[in-house]
């Protein structure tokens, strides 16, 4: 990440010296907050059941958008669509003071949904020039569900908070390019640029419970894609050629030692190979072999050791071979969201008194990544949080050793139950808005 960031805390601070001096604890609403959540949750679960069973896939959220854009207009929001594409961005002014961004994705997977729900996805689109299943199996559907409870909560509530509401919808996280689609098209040019921003995350942990971390709380994401040439030939005669396959064999296991022994193992770093792609029949030596892959990290330094291992490994695995130099692109993807420090500090005490302080409480970055750090690097101090959407039996069952696993992120079986998940994911992002708008 930029070292700039690393004064953000700071800069926090200068941002709001009006609205440090005059900004009240948001717990005081809480239970204002909770009442209307659940007042409002059957409709809130009725958008959820029917964004989950008509997921759209990146860049293709029509529909979806078109839903939001609907219900944010009813609430008194002045709404822009087709914003990078396909998404919107929300604004509710009431008087002055900051102005705070809140982000839902739209998107879904293109995977078959294997749930079993009544309310299970049968959509089916086209992606990468085939026909596939698409599913809603990263959560995104709770999020846009919460994100318009934590909506009309606030509008509700108007009386006890000045400043701007900034709600965006954003299309393409999954393929981490949505946020970079929305600010190239003018999102903080012709919008106002946040204060603060805040996103949640469903996470397979017990619902009920908010999860963060202070600094680091996804990956660095690269992907890598290399093909290694050599000379084609019969298989029989491997002397006549110059086999590719060999020369990608050895990249993927020497690669590793990058990680095991060139990384600090304190440190956090996986390089992943995902597809190797090389010949037809087993009698042939081909020409080349293309091999695919992600990068994953926190530190830039680790980031930096990672690229240079895989291109370094990759040259020399070809020149052990008298091979051509391969052709080596490595793709930079979502960079690591660092929180806040300020930002969390405040809004922690806030959902501690709310939630409980056992049901709040830090825990570890992701290893996945995620685009809302492009906002932050535009140098919007933000926060990032997970919210738990599974029974909390069923979570410590899956803990025990033999215990039945849950459903992760991005597996056809992941399924949210949605009360009271939707209903922590609104408050909890209701009153992290509150916190900073408070007057």
Avoid at 239 to 256: C, E, M, W, Y
């Amino acid at each position: 990440m930029k070292n700039t960031l690393a004064c953000l805390p700071l800069a926090l601070a200068a941002v709001f010296p009006a609205m440090a001096a005059k900004a009240q604890d948001g717990a005081p609403l809480k239970a204002q907050v909770a009442s209307r959540i659940n007042a409002m949750y059957p409709q809130l679960e009725t958008v959820y059941k029917d964004l989950h069973a008509h997921p759209e896939i990146a860049f293709q959220e029509v529909r979806t958008a078109a839903k939001l854009a609907g219900e944010m207009r009813a609430l008194g929001f002045d709404v822009t669509e087709g914003v990078g594409k396909t998404g919107l961005v929300a604004i509710f002014k009431n008087g002055p003071g900051p102005t705070v961004m809140v982000r839902t994705e739209l998107d879904a997977l293109p995977m078959e949904e294997k749930t079993g729900l009544p309310y299970a996805s049968k959509a089916r689109t086209r992606s990468g020039g085939a026909e596939t299943y698409v599913m809603h199996s990263c959560g995104h559907d709770i999020h846009m569900a919460s994100w318009l409870g934590a909506a009309r909560a606030l509008v509700e509530l108007k009386s006890q908070w000045q400043g701007s509401l900034m709600f965006i919808a954003q299309p393409a996280e999954e393929t981490v390019s949505g946020a970079k689609a929305m600010l190239e098209d003018g999102l903080f040019k012709r919008f106002p640029k946040p204060d603060v921003a805040f996103a949640l995350h469903s996470w397979p942990t017990a619902h009920g419970t908010v999860g963060y971390n202070v600094g680091a709380v996804s990956s660095n994401s690269d992907a890598l894609e290399i093909v290694f040439k050599g000379r084609g030939g019969h298989g029989s005669a491997p002397d006549k050629a110059l086999d590719p396959i060999t020369i990608a064999a050895r990249f993927v296991v020497d690669v590793q030692t990058v990680v095991s022994r060139e990384k600090d193992p304190k440190e956090f770093g996986v390089v992943t190979i995902g597809a190797i792609q090389g010949g037809t029949v087993g009698n042939i030596i081909p020409d080349s072999v293309l091999v695919r892959g992600t990068i994953r990290s926190y530190s830039p330094a680790v980031r930096a050791k990672l690229l240079d291992g895989v291109r370094r490994v990759a040259n020399a695995s070809a020149a052990m071979a008298g091979a051509p130099a391969p052709d080596v692109e490595l793709k930079s993807g979502g960079q690591a969201i660092i929180n806040n420090d300020a930002l969390v500090r405040k809004t922690e005490a806030v959902l501690k008194d709310a939630l409980g302080a056992a049901n709040v409480g830090l825990i570890a970055p992701m290893t996945a990544s995620e685009d809302f750090s492009e906002y932050v690097n535009q140098g919007v101090p933000g926060m990032f949080f997970f919210t738990g959407v599974y029974p909390a039996k069923a979570v410590a069952e899956a803990e025990t050793a033999g215990g039945k696993p849950l459903a992760f992120n991005h597996s056809p079986f992941y399924a949210p139950v949605p009360e009271p998940s939707i209903k922590t994911a609104a408050q909890a992002m209701s009153l992290a808005v509150l916190s900073a708008l408070a007057r």
